[in-house]
């Protein structure tokens, strides 16, 4: 099962995508950013939207949204960006909005029912006042390798 525990209390970032909110830990987070803010000079794709320079450094933009919903939708100015830093580096993270930050225990996160095998990057529910929270490791969601290209026959 992909579902993994926190040992202690945690913060998590909360963020919209297809109507559902999210989570992820938020000493990851470096910057919080809206799109507009961002110095494009690449342009690619769906789900990498290219690449990015902010404060200096050199980015791939990740846009969440097209990942989690399938949905391709071009960000608008004001479309939040969360910008993490990970083992492979600095990426930008395209979301549909920013809900704050949640501080979790563990006894308020439940495995995730229905969550597939291959879907490791998956921590489990957060559960907070009344909020229900889909909380994700971005450094494994990021380290995921694509899908092998299907064969024609």
């Known amino acids: 099962m992909p579902n993994h525990t926190i040992a202690a209390a945690q913060q998590f970032l909360g963020f919209t995508l297809g109507g559902l909110e999210y989570g992820l830990d938020y000493a990851a987070v470096q910057e919080l950013k809206v799109f507009s803010a961002l110095e494009r000079f690449s342009n690619d794709g769906e789900i990498i939207g290219g690449v990015a320079l902010s404060r200096g450094v050199i980015m791939p933009v990740v846009d969440l949204r097209v990942a989690f919903s399938?949905?391709?939708?071009?960000?608008?100015?004001?479309?939040?960006?969360?910008?993490?830093?990970?083992?492979?580096?600095?990426?930008?993270?395209?979301?549909?909005?920013?809900?704050?930050?949640?501080?979790?225990?563990?006894?308020?996160?439940?495995?995730?029912?229905?969550?597939?095998?291959?879907?490791?990057?998956?921590?489990?529910?957060?559960?907070?006042?009344?909020?229900?929270?889909?909380?994700?490791?971005?450094?494994?969601?990021?380290?995921?390798?694509?899908?092998?290209?299907?064969?024609?026959?």
């Not at 939708?73 to 979301?95: F, K």
């Not at 909380?135 to 380290?143: A, H, K, N, P, V």
Request: aromatic residues 2%; proline residues 8%.
């Open 70 to 153: 399938a949905e391709f939708s071009v960000p608008d100015p004001g479309t939040d960006v969360i910008v993490v830093r990970v083992l492979a580096g600095v990426v930008g993270v395209v979301v549909e909005r920013i809900t704050g930050v949640v501080r979790l225990r563990p006894e308020q996160v439940v495995p995730l029912p229905g969550a597939r095998a291959d879907a490791d990057y998956l921590i489990g529910l957060g559960m907070a006042k009344g909020r229900r929270m889909v909380l994700i490791d971005i450094e494994r969601l990021m380290s995921v390798a694509p899908a092998e290209p299907r064969q024609v026959a």
